[in-house]
Nanobody, 121 residues
């Protein structure tokens, strides 16, 4: 069984910072791309940032210059550092990863259950 578990969500004031973490566990052979998505109330889920196994990153225009995605391959963990936060960053943030389970060459798409981030004064 493979699981992704997010942590670090909470309430933050506008202009503040928050760091999300997501750790993969279970019988894992390898992890390719990892990503963070978010879904605001009444809106569709959107891509926030991605990072390859080698560390190449991409960001949504709305978070460029404010958010930083990183990963620790040894810990099977991806992070999202969020700075200069705005009310429009309020959403449930989901971790996503391409994971190959033990004894199989195939990669599947896995999701965490999400962590709520609220930006409010």
């Amino acid at each position: 069984q493979v699981q992704l578990v997010e942590s670090g969500g909470g309430l933050v004031q506008p202009g503040g910072s928050l760091r999300l973490s997501c750790t993969a566990s279970g019988s894992i052979r390898g992890i390719n791309d990892m990503a963070w998505y978010r879904q605001a109330p009444g809106k569709q889920r959107e891509l926030v940032a991605t990072i390859t196994k080698g560390g190449n990153t991409n960001y949504a225009d709305s978070v460029k210059g404010r958010f930083t995605i990183s990963r620790d391959n040894a810990k099977k963990t991806v992070y999202l550092q969020m700075n200069s936060m705005k009310s429009e960053d309020t959403a449930v943030y989901y971790c996503n990863a391409e994971i190959s389970r033990q004894f199989t060459p195939y990669y599947g798409d896995y999701w965490g259950k999400g962590t709520l981030v609220t930006v409010s004064a």
